[in-house]
């Protein structure tokens, strides 16, 4: 990050204290020139949620090996990406040898995929069984991605998975394991994250910590504490909207966290959710939608972002359907946003 993230919150808004009529912040975003990439060069990336990590047969797609990754990547730059996000959900990175990490290095660049990221996906650092062992992998898959050129690794706390949630057509449609809420846990999340960081900088690599359902990022004002109590120049927010506005029961304004979170992003995951109310009888029903149509406006999210500063990659998200398809689609929505926004200037 070119800014420590406390400095990059500015104090021109009291994000603890919006009042709807104060959320006309983001119609009046004035983006400074120039911006850090022309609309064609920005950094967009897809998700690789579409790609199993278990091959038929019940091979790993790390035991597959470099011609089945280049087989799901080519997919991808076939679609129009030139970017892409290592999740360890598809490939652990952690858990490469030397010569796996050269030979996936060798195939982005074969096919000219940058990896504008790595993540580790659900391997939370506090975990009361798992959290050594998370936080060792999680210091691995640092070391792994400045092994194949990725800048920036993205990091959460959110848990596995329920029985339950895998079960259901939608996993956020049931409530899953959350964070504890006692002060020492938290407290030790802070110390351990501040320990990837400093490992993080010494080999030039930016952590962005997600937003999530259920965690200590689970609503913005968590999210925005979180961040600034870590208070490493390296560290910032991935601000997923999308993982704050799909909960089923009464939310903040997307306006709202918006304005919170976005001044102290350094790499964004987008995806949009449609939200049906009906708060007489207690319904809230959410469903994936595109980012044009569904609640959020990324228009004006985005250029309120760039307003404060933003300058890192978006990933495209997507759940159901080709998911694949509604990322280029997303792909392409995103730099019509970027280059109107250069034209505004």
Same mark, same amino acid.
């Given at each position: 990050?070119?800014?420590?993230?406390?400095?990059?919150?500015?104090?021109?808004?009291?994000?603890?204290?919006?009042?709807?009529?104060?959320?006309?912040?983001?119609?009046?975003?004035?983006?400074?020139?120039?911006?850090?990439?022309?609309?064609?060069?920005?950094?967009?990336?897809?998700?690789?949620?579409?790609?199993?990590?278990?091959?038929?047969?019940?091979?790993?797609?790390?035991?597959?090996?470099?011609?089945?990754?280049?087989?799901?990547?080519?997919?991808?730059?076939?679609?129009?990406?030139?970017?892409?996000?290592?999740?360890?959900?598809?490939?652990?990175?952690?858990?490469?040898?030397?010569?796996?990490?050269?030979?996936?290095?060798?195939?982005?660049?074969?096919?000219?995929?940058?990896?504008?990221?790595?993540?580790?996906?659900?391997?939370?650092?506090?975990?009361?069984?798992?959290?050594?062992?998370?936080?060792?992998?999680?210091?691995?898959?640092?070391?792994?991605?400045?092994?194949?050129?990725?800048?920036?690794?993205?990091?959460?706390?959110?848990?596995?998975?329920?029985?339950?949630?895998?079960?259901?057509?939608?996993?956020?449609?049931?409530?899953?394991?959350?964070?504890?809420?006692?002060?020492?846990?938290?407290?030790?999340?802070?110390?351990?994250?501040?320990?990837?960081?400093?490992?993080?900088?010494?080999?030039?690599?930016?952590?962005?910590? *997600?937003? @999530?359902? +259920?965690?200590? $990022?689970?609503? !913005?004002? &968590?999210?925005?504490?979180? =961040?600034? #109590? /870590?208070? %490493?120049?390296?560290?910032?927010?991935?601000?997923?909207?999308?993982?704050?506005?799909?909960?089923?029961?009464?939310?903040?304004?997307?306006?709202?966290?918006?304005?919170?979170?976005?001044?102290?992003?350094?790499?964004?995951?987008?995806?949009?959710?449609?939200?049906?109310?009906?708060?007489?009888?207690?319904?809230?029903?959410?469903?994936?939608?595109?980012?044009?149509?569904?609640?959020?406006?990324?228009?004006?999210?985005?250029?309120?972002?760039?307003?404060?500063?933003?300058?890192?990659?978006?990933?495209? *998200?997507? @759940?159901? +359907?080709?998911? $694949?398809?509604? !990322?280029? &689609?997303?792909?392409?929505? =995103?730099? #019509? /946003?970027? %280059?109107?926004?250069?034209?505004?200037?």
């Amino acid at each position: 990050m070119s800014a420590n993230p406390i400095d990059r919150a500015g104090p021109d808004v009291d994000r603890s204290r919006l009042e709807p009529d104060e959320l006309a912040i983001l119609d009046t975003a004035v983006v400074a020139a120039p911006l850090a990439h022309t609309a064609e060069e920005w950094p967009i990336a897809a998700a690789m949620l579409q790609f199993p990590s278990v091959q038929p047969g019940g091979k790993t797609t790390r035991d597959a090996g470099p011609d089945a990754w280049r087989t799901a990547l080519r997919e991808m730059a076939d679609s129009g990406f030139r970017a892409v996000e290592i999740p360890s959900a598809w490939l652990p990175l952690s858990e490469l040898s030397a010569a796996e990490l050269d030979s996936l290095a060798a195939v982005l660049s074969d096919l000219g995929m940058d990896p504008v990221a790595t993540s580790v996906v659900r391997k939370n650092i506090i975990d009361a069984a798992q959290g050594r062992d998370n936080l060792a992998l999680t210091h691995r898959a640092i070391d792994a991605a400045a092994a194949i050129g990725s800048p920036h690794v993205s990091l959460g706390m959110h848990e596995q998975l329920t029985r339950q949630q895998r079960e259901a057509l939608w996993f956020w449609t049931v409530d899953g394991a959350a964070n504890p809420l006692d002060r020492d846990s938290r407290a030790l999340a802070i110390r351990r994250y501040r320990d990837l960081a400093n490992h993080a900088a010494e080999v030039g690599i930016d952590l962005s910590i *997600e937003s @999530y359902e +259920g965690t200590y $990022l689970g609503t !913005a004002d &968590d999210a925005v504490a979180f =961040i600034l #109590d /870590i208070g %490493r120049d390296n560290v910032g927010l991935n601000p997923d909207l999308g993982n704050l506005i799909r909960a089923q029961r009464p939310i903040e304004r997307w306006e709202s966290m918006a304005v919170k979170m976005l001044p102290l992003a350094n790499y964004w995951h987008v995806k949009n959710y449609s939200r049906a109310e009906n708060p007489a009888t207690g319904t809230f029903l959410t469903i994936p939608s595109s980012l044009a149509n569904g609640l959020i406006n990324y228009r004006k999210a985005i250029r309120y972002a760039l307003s404060q500063g933003f300058h890192g990659a978006f990933l495209c *998200e997507n @759940y159901g +359907g080709d998911g $694949l398809a509604v !990322a280029a &689609d997303h792909q392409r929505y =995103i730099r #019509d /946003i970027l %280059r109107t926004t250069r034209q505004a200037q």
